[in-house]
């Protein structure tokens, strides 16, 4: 993942099933050393999206809006939980 205005210092991707789609990302925000995770991701590159949304919070406060199919997928995910701590 590279952004010309954003200090990336390191990232990994990688996907279980148990985790989902993954993202660790070491940056720099504000000249001090930051380190992302972000577990399943709605989709395969979702978390890319997901870290930016999480740079402009931490820079700026500003929470921007999380996409429909997200809110979705999160949804599904948590019954899927639920069903499975019943059986």
């Known amino acids: 993942m590279y952004r010309e ?6 990232t990994k991707t990688g996907f279980t099933n148990a985790a989902g789609h993954c993202l660790v990302m070491r940056t720099v925000f504000n000249g001090k050393p930051v380190a992302l995770v972000v ?4 989709g395969k590159y979702t978390h890319f999206a997901d870290a930016s949304r999480l740079r402009t919070w931490i820079e700026t406060g500003k929470v921007q809006p999380v996409p429909a199919a997200a809110l979705t997928y999160k949804k599904q995910k948590a019954e899927q939980m639920a069903t499975a701590q019943n059986d």
């Open 5 to 10: 205005n954003w200090n990336i210092q390191l």
């Open 39 to 42: 577990m399943d991701a709605f």
